[in-house]
């Protein structure tokens, strides 16, 4: 897995998730809430086959700690790009924002990013159009090249850029 997220806002919510490692349902509400299947995770998280990250999520072996770190890790990228979203809209509702229906059309517009990043700027616009505030998902807009998300999966915020230096 790699890092695009602010290192502020992984702080912040590194700190308010502080109990001890993740449990098997713990485990699963974040994959589920990420859109990933157990294949993927397996693959992309965990590096480990999909019968392992199954054995995981029943309970039947404890998560590692690094992948309890991973996952939150994921949720403090997710969070970031959901309030940052919100806050660029500042009083006005956030509008129509462009879905990827799959991975090869996100790779049009984000050619360095990969099914992670794919399934975590689904997850980001689907919270945002379900928690409400005037959001439109389309496949048929154009991308927003000044906001925050596109800046964001292709490493050009202003922390992203600060933290690259």
Known sequence: ???????????????????????????????????LDVSEAAEYIGGVSKG????????????????ATDMYDLCVMRSSLVDNTIAESGDDAVGALRWYSTLDEFIVDYPNSNNLDWRLHQSALSFLFVQGGGVELSTTIDTNKKGFIYKWFN????????WNK
């Open 1 to 35: 897995m790699h890092d695009k997220s602010n290192n502020k806002a992984k702080n912040t919510l590194s700190m308010m998730m502080t109990w001890a490692g993740l449990n098997n349902l713990e485990l699963q509400t974040i994959r589920k809430s990420l859109g």
């Open 52 to 67: 392992v990250w199954e054995y995981w999520e029943a309970g039947h072996h404890s998560i590692p700690d690094d992948i």
């Open 155 to 162: 490493n050009l915020t202003d922390e992203q850029l600060e």
